[in-house]
DNA sequence: AATGAATGAGAGTTCATTCAT
DNA sequence: AATGAATGAACTCTCATTCAT
């Protein structure tokens, strides 16, 4: 009759740290991160605030950690859904059907993002991983409608880059907004589809 | 020639709370609200925290003196450049030119700014300054865009709100990225000028 | 056609140190000393906080006049009821009479004098004015008792200085009970009396 | 003879709390609740204010611990000695001689009890210690007073619960003077002995 | 791997008092 | 006699981090 604790408790350093993030990613949601402590992350995950920078030493290294798990996710999305052989109208529909369903389901994911965005500012850790992110999602536009326009989808005289980024701007700063409106948003994207395509083309 | 003493130590309360305001927004570009210290701000001014806290009762209170004296100077802006009986066009030119000056010449005025945007969601005093002031500026747009379609200077399908906020949105995040180039603003606003002028005429 | 300022708003030096005072005291009832401010007092008299520095130096200054005002009242009232030539019972029951009605119209004298008997334990200044005060109170209950004892209404066997400040202990706690009900009173003074009378007379 | 290591820094919860308490009463003592600082309170203790912090969150929550500590000594000294099966006599007598030890031995717990009591008024979470302990000892001589009116070693017509307030009245009227001398407290004690006895009996 | 206890540094805020006018 | 502005010195409380176990 052996009396070993249980180890029903004791979770591996991974599990730790991602119930660590995961907790600061609710928090930072909450209350920004101004307004984040560790030691709520610690009550949250239900550890000790020792025990927690046990596993990640600073808040700084914390919140870096915070920006990764943001990135792993994106790119497991990004990887989920191929779009190699789509026409770029099709890309492009499906770009922002994807936005939406972010925004719809997961609206704090955009909230999150937002900060983080606003943190790489002045955190070079964080720009360190936001940066590529927020690039390689531009690139994706700037792919998309250099693609339409080769193929006469999009405007001859579209720059894709411009477009790519006022593409991004605009869904991004729609984010922003206190009381963002699926309504709004989706007036939003059908006004960017009438904005790049080729009028005098009959591919819509 | 009059002798008048020189306001060496003791100011106007109002000229007090402007420094005070005017010391705010300086360390609020250099540090972010989070890195925001009263202290430092009466430190800038050359005043004791006491004397601060005697002409701003609150660090919110200061948080919100900062969102106004913005507003002030955005109203202000607005006022010594009136827009009426101009076309479109050159109405959105203007826009985009006033942008391009800002952006220029204060760019530190966008990056307070965006903090105090992103304050707004936890602030309520922050947000009543602001939202009226985002609001008014994405109205010009859609007052633009709603002439301009009117007159046959802008596309027939345009929507006007929704172009609006693809403008501001566009312009708007491109403050937002750290490495702000003019080169990449003047690519955006070409673009956006493109995506919304009526193709069939011949107006521009 | 003189444009004299109006005299109107002027006070005499002393209308403002007794205004000052009575701030005091009202802000004393309501706060204790604990939460006594100068600034609340200077706001309540409808002077500037510089100005009630001018008229009284410093807060233990003005806790001294405060205590002042309490003789002086008291002292006034005590004059204006002499006692000489009654008989020790009427005496006693004159006392009670008195404490009753301050009881029942001024119990906030009641508080007040009891924050100032506390300070007075810290404050050399205002015990200097609050122990003469009390002893004359003890004073008057022996000089009441010893006469009473002479004269056979009170118990031969009494020990009026005990007596005394049985009475005015009974008496002064009851005052700084919270709930402090007259019915309690009575009931205290009507068994004062009985604990004292001399039980084989019949002078009662 | 074991070797157990020393409790030179780290103590239990408890034990440090119970330091604090100590050491808030000593300095509640010395200077009363107005010059109460949680910087000297933690200093008397020998940590950092952060530590006084950790174990009692705030200095309300200090002046409550106090005041629990205060009840708790009185219960268990109060437990100490039961008085059942006593005379009524006895019991008021022991209940004095209680009280001169308490005046000879710990006279600053008598100034410490004067101070929570006068803050009680203004402090919910006080006044809810005290009050009850407070009532407890009132209690103590209503019950006596009575028992010894039913027996007749108190006069017949005594009102127990007036008695009981003259009682204490009296006696913590007495704490209260700067200069508490027990020759005045033995006075007042065998005064009130005689006030309340039963006059035509001889138990005495 | 975990934790209770501890802490230095500093945050915003308060307050009696003073100064210049 | 009065005041707006200023201030030093404190105050309570917080927080990321560390230490001993």
Not at 1 to 24: C, G, V, Y
Not at 74 to 100: I, W
Not at 105 to 134: F, H, S, W
Request: proline share 5%; aromatic share 6%; glycine share 4%.
């Amino acid at each position: 009759m052996s009396t070993h604790t249980p180890p029903l408790k004791r979770e591996s350093s991974d599990e730790r740290k991602l119930a660590i993030a995961q907790a600061a990613r609710e928090l930072i949601i909450e209350k920004g991160f101004e307004g984040l402590r560790t030691r709520d992350i610690a009550e949250r995950v239900g550890i000790n605030i020792a025990t927690l920078h046990y596993h990640v030493p600073t808040k700084n290294a914390l919140i870096a950690l915070v920006a990764e798990t943001i990135r792993d996710q994106f790119s497991a999305q990004s990887a989920r859904r191929p779009r190699t052989g789509l026409s770029p109208l099709v890309q492009l529909r499906m770009e922002f059907e994807d936005q939406r369903e972010t925004l719809l389901e997961t609206p704090d994911l955009i909230v999150l993002m937002t900060e983080l965005i606003q943190r790489a500012r002045r955190d070079a850790a964080v720009e360190c991983v936001m940066r590529p992110l927020y690039d390689y999602w531009v690139g994706q536009f700037v792919e998309i409608y250099a693609a339409g326009r080769l193929d006469g989808t999009f405007r001859p005289d579209i720059d894709p880059v411009a477009a790519a980024n006022i593409t991004t701007g605009a869904v991004g700063d729609h984010w922003r907004q206190s009381d963002t409106s699926i309504a709004l948003y989706d007036r939003i994207a059908a006004e960017l589809e009438r904005a790049f395509l080729n009028p005098v083309s009959s591919k819509d």
